[in-house]
């Protein structure tokens, strides 16, 4: 019943619903939405100490604190986000948000069409990352904030953050980018699309419309994040984790779990399956395949990050193998050739990909330490 | 018609049944067995000039030739076997077998079970490393071949000439080591698990008696593929084959094809899962997630090759990230500990882990000028 002291401790989730229709990139326009949101921290009297936290493929916008005091586990980013951790709540007042085609609360397939009063499903449209950012700023409008003092995210929501750089390039002082990529190589895409495959292809999906037909593709789900769990750990982490431990010490010659990665693995897949929409999954692999800020500036990243007016912290980690510092990189590269202030660091770890939600002393301290810098700067204005 | 110059040209497989009971690891017993196999070049007179072709994970005994003036490719290994290539026939013996478990007409799921007269299926025992090894020796008895000039393979066919090396110390002269590992990292026996669960999970499977039900696991089997497919090829071949094309030039906001590379893995998928046995599948992907000849020498690989009395040439692919050149130094390192001649050499090559399988002349090369030395050497004995 007692939360840590660095915890937010308990915290609501706050929902907004906007009127006014949004044109998407696909084409097609949601005549109206929903946001869920919460926030940490106090807005200060200038309105200029606000953080915006991005989520990734499967995040959302529950990023610290508990929701009830029974809460087994706090929110997807507490290790970072409390008072006095690197996104320090004392300081600065930190707004996350579920977004657009997520299944956390924010309009998405399993919210209601409003033309339809049935659930979206698959008609709910395929949302971009630029579609996202849209709508954040709809939302920083909303809470009156003008100008963030930060926007940050990891993986998908780094992608986020650089969106927002070229997009609203006035409405950010700083934009820390961890683990991302200015574009999915095609061994990223390549990935997404088994997943994706193993859950169209699923009997129970019914083309989506699984809800009406009373099923639910478990199955595609769950070897969708098995597969993609394999990509977020590195080599290293699962050799140090698992080896070849087995499960009952000798092999079975047969088809049940033998070793303990398999275990994990089919645990993992199995517990995301339930708490998470396939229709939703779906279209965030989508965002992340369309992801491509470049492609809108003559193909040439420069020529896109050359809008940005904010300073830099671009962050990697060595083992990660599916947004590798190479990627991280370009970022970094692109920003330097356009004279934009940015700092780099590829942080030594062994957790892959992973490493950016977890707690990695050098990480952190290097968020934190930059985030001080941040506050100093907003609260002397 | 006409075939070129230097292939073996039309090729006719052979089957030898084995009358004598096979006892496997497993503890079961296969009362008698089928091998089929082809043979290129001639046997000389002190049978002495014979080398193995071990086979991986999809492949089987047809590795060069045709088999019909019509074929529109010769087998799986023609660049390498044939007179005057790096695997000369007209110096060498050349045999290849398709391994136990296997869907090409040795004993395996698709064939009879003598006990009922029905295939086997599911009911097959799961062989390993270790089983294929002494099936092979026993051909090699019936063949009249008492010592290979060499066994050769790559990826699961350079396990089998690691074990053949540890088993029959006696047997071989040389071992040809290519693009493997002396046993399988977690993140290896992770990306078979999620394969297998495609596979065991499709509806169709029906615990793999699909024959008896009349259908067949192709979903699960195309999934297994295109995700196999994905850690064949390197980071970098699939940038330059693929890149982020885009099959109709626009972006769809669907989930039909886009991305000229989610075609490419679909297809490749697809026409596996015509010519492949699901049961087959699974019973490789186990082989490779048990081989472990250190296990048997108290976890030491030095242990094992300590056993081996043959000369070694390991070769590894620089963007193989399958089983990169790290886990082949493991066993050029244990090799060396204990004292055995052994080249090693990483091929710079962009094409992945499927490069053991491709014309890159440096390795062709490699190849060539080994095998003529071991030519050199029966021949002036």
């Known amino acids: 019943m007692s939360f840590p002291a660095d915890s937010v401790g308990l915290v609501k989730p706050e929902t907004l619903h906007f009127e006014q229709p949004l044109t998407l990139e696909c084409g097609r326009t949601l005549p109206n939405f929903d946001l869920v949101y919460e926030t940490y921290g106090e807005l200060n009297a200038a309105r200029s100490n606000a953080i915006l936290i991005c989520h990734a493929l499967s995040g959302h916008h529950h990023a610290a604190g508990y929701h009830t005091p029974d809460d087994k586990r706090p929110g997807w980013w507490d290790t970072a986000i409390g008072p006095g951790k690197p996104i320090d709540t004392n300081r600065f007042y930190v707004v996350a948000v579920n977004n657009l085609g997520g299944c956390h609360g924010s309009s998405g397939p399993t919210s209601i069409n409003p033309k339809t009063g049935e659930p979206w499903g698959p008609d709910f449209p395929l ?33 986020q953050v650089l969106q927002w750089s070229i997009d609203y390039p006035e409405r950010l002082r700083h934009a820390l980018v961890i683990a991302s990529a200015p574009r999915l190589s095609a061994q990223n895409i390549a990935f997404n699309e088994v997943a994706r495959q193993s859950i169209l292809t699923d009997p129970q999906f019914h ?41 009952s010490g000798r092999f079975q010659f047969g088809f049940d779990v033998e070793f303990q990665v398999e275990s994990y693995l089919r645990y993992q897949g199995e517990t995301f399956s339930r708490n998470f929409d396939a229709n939703t999954y779906l279209l965030m692999t989508k965002a992340l395949d369309y992801f491509d800020p470049a492609s809108e500036y003559d193909n040439s990243l420069e020529n896109a990050l050359a809008q940005a007016k904010c300073k830099f912290l671009v962050i990697a980690f060595t083992t990660d193998w599916r947004f590798p510092p190479e990627r991280s990189k370009e970022i970094v590269d692109a920003l330097l050739e356009v004279g934009h202030p940015v700092s780099y ?18 990480y952190l301290r290097m968020l934190k330490g930059y985030l001080q810098r941040v506050a100093d700067e907003v609260e002397t204005e």
């Open 345 to 362: 660091a590829a942080v030594q770890t062994d957790k892959g990909h992973d490493a950016f939600l977890l707690p990695i002393p050098t």
């Open 207 to 247: 083309q989506g419309h699984y809800a009406k037909h009373g099923t639910y593709p478990r199955q595609g789900l769950i070897l969708a994040r098995m597969l993609g769990h394999i990509t977020y750990l590195s080599d290293d982490v699962m050799r140090e984790k698992f080896g070849r431990d087995l499960r």
């Open 127 to 159: 949302v971009t990352v630029k579609d996202w950012v849209n709508s954040q700023a709809l939302l920083a409008d909303r809470l009156g904030i003008e100008q963030w003092a930060a926007v940050v995210g990891g993986s998908l929501g780094g992608m």
